[in-house]
């Protein structure tokens, strides 16, 4: 396959590239500049937009604005609703670019790339109106409430109640796993309106405020003592019926089209890419003993195998682009990238030796400021989250190889 870009792809790409370097603000172009107020390097817009610092603050305002003056927060949104209006390759050369220099996508959080592109499909012109411009603006950030304890690849058994009671729904319940619980003041929810209804029936799609009583949220704290999710429990909160998205009792089929969005994992792979080719560069050029010998083959299979998973994200770009749905394309890019990134951390860390035991950030002799420790630790959970690879494999064998169910 050729990848290459058309001229006008490239046009576009160079024109992205410049602004970029002309516009993204010093604390995210250093990350040492986070390191000294004790924050991971890595650029958290969301983080930085609800509770950062006024640096913090300031620089994710501004360069959430620098993007909005192309639409480029909301790429893909049709431009009457505040939208770039680009073609399916230009959204993934605008990811490709963002991600080539670390620098924040805005427009990756769940408020834009998903519940905003989901009320496009699905939401009334009233919602439209008064969820867009502010989940665009950065006012309203949101997150993600489906995964129960009950409910997680088996998303349909999901026992969150919403009771109506006049213009309300009352819910009660918990969810689990709620990524970004802690950052956003407003969620998305699918509960269960009907009890009596098959269990793919009688599920609703909310639009809840955070700040609405009776809302908790606990923190999760993962094995590299980062605050990532949470634990969210509800009772007796009450929200407008006119906050349900789509119909009452089919939000099963809002949830999923939700779902459809953010499939490419371009991003992904051009991270992917960066963190073999830092860590690479980081041996030959930096003071950590060099290892590349000892692991010459493994390095290579991982260089190799980032080509592979690009490769797998350029078909879905391809496909998307030419009007069509990835099914159990979608599902190979997702399993294949999430163990990718499993093993190039293991790489990683093996190729620093006892380097990679130092996995704080502003550690001083910690690698590349701890990045492959951390990966370490944060993917274990990476090919369960969005639904687990068993789950994936399952639909490459019956959608992609016609095999026969159980």
Do not use: C
């Not at 959430?64 to 390759?89: C, D, I, R």
């Not at 969620?187 to 009907?194: E, G, K, N, P, W």
């Not at 909310?206 to 094995?223: A, E, N, Y």
């Amino acid at each position: 396959m050729d990848w290459s870009d058309t001229p006008e792809q490239a046009a576009f790409r160079e024109q992205v590239r410049k602004h970029i370097a002309d516009r993204l603000p010093a604390y995210y172009r250093d990350a040492a500049i986070r390191l000294e107020a004790a924050i991971q390097p890595e650029a958290d817009w969301q983080q930085d937009m609800m509770h950062g610092t006024p640096e913090a603050q300031a620089a994710a305002r501004d360069w959430a604005s620098a993007l909005q003056e192309h639409g480029w927060v909301a790429a893909g949104w049709p431009k009457e609703y505040g939208g770039g209006g680009l073609s399916t390759m230009e959204q993934f050369i605008l990811k490709q670019e963002l991600s080539r220099a670390e620098a924040p996508d805005p427009g990756s959080n769940g408020g834009v790339a998903q519940l905003g592109s989901t009320l496009l499909v699905h939401g009334t012109e009233e919602q439209k109106k008064k969820f867009l411009p502010k989940t665009l603006s950065g006012e309203y950030l949101w997150a993600q409430g489906y995964s129960e304890p009950g409910a997680g690849s088996d998303l349909a058994s999901l026992q969150t109640r919403a009771v109506r009671d006049g213009d309300e729904f009352v819910i009660n319940g918990q969810k689990l796993w709620t990524s970004a619980g802690h950052k956003s003041n407003w969620i998305y929810m699918l509960v269960r309106t009907d009890p009596d209804a098959p269990k793919h029936r009688g599920i609703s799609f909310l639009m809840v405020d955070m700040k609405t009583p009776g809302i908790g949220v606990r923190p999760i704290i993962s094995m590299g003592w980062h605050h990532a999710t949470n634990e969210t429990f509800y009772e007796d909160v009450r929200v407008p019926v006119d906050q349900v998205v789509g119909e009452i009792n089919r939000g099963w089929y809002v949830g999923m089209t939700l779902l459809d969005f953010e499939r490419s994992n371009i991003a992904g792979a051009t991270q992917q890419k960066r963190l073999v080719d830092e860590m690479v560069d980081h041996v030959r050029n930096g003071d950590t003993p060099n290892r590349l010998g000892l692991l010459r083959r493994e390095v290579a299979d991982r260089a190799t195998e980032v080509e592979v998973n690009n490769n797998l994200s350029m078909r879905i770009a391809s496909m998307q682009s030419r009007g069509i749905i990835p099914n159990y394309e979608a599902s190979m890019g997702k399993a294949y990238s999430t163990e990718l990134s499993q093993r190039i951390a293991r790489t990683g860390t093996k190729v620093f030796g006892l380097y990679g035991n130092l996995w704080a950030a502003n550690e001083p002799y910690a690698p590349l400021h701890a990045k492959h420790t951390q990966q370490y630790v944060s993917t274990v959970v990476i090919t369960i989250a969005g639904g687990s690879n068993e789950i994936q494999r399952n639909i490459i064998a019956t959608r992609g190889l016609g095999l026969p169910r159980g």
